[in-house]
Nanobody, 120 residues
Framework: VQLQASGGGLVQAGDSLRLSCVAS????????MGWFRQAPGKEREFVAA???????YSADSVKGRFTISRDNAKNTVYLQMNRLKPEDTAVYYC???????????????WGQGTQVTVSS
């Protein structure tokens, strides 16, 4: 499975961005897709995940601001990020796994990262 993320950039605090991640290859069985992020000097952390049926869960730090969604026909997962804050600055990584994507467990597949920088 290959994951290609896009949509990062430099924005100001309060702005919005939408990240996309397209899965290709042996995508059958990739029931869960999600996003993690890693800020400079910090460990990679869970952001949000979504099941094939559309069930979602997210980190407390982004609830109410970030929304994860997916298009199964396009093998694509999205992360709509609103009201961005400087502390959201990080490299964002998409992930896929047959099993639930949860904090503290590395998913089966990682995509390359996309940089999100939020200026104050």
């Amino acid at each position: 499975v290959q994951l290609q993320a896009s949509g990062g950039g430099l924005v100001q605090a309060g702005d919005s961005l939408r990240l996309s991640c397209v899965a290709s290859g042996r995508t059958f069985g990739m029931n869960f897709m999600g996003w993690f992020r890693q800020a400079p000097g910090k460990e990679r952390e869970f952001v949000a995940a979504i099941s094939r049926s559309g069930g979602t869960y997210s980190a407390d730090s982004v609830k109410g601001r970030f929304t994860i969604s997916r298009d199964n026909a396009k093998n694509t997962v999205y992360l709509q990020m609103n009201r961005l804050k400087p502390e959201d600055t990080a490299v964002y990584y998409c992930a896929a796994d047959p099993l639930p994507i949860v904090p503290g467990r590395a998913p089966a597949y990682w995509g390359q990262g996309t940089q999100v920088t939020v200026s104050s």
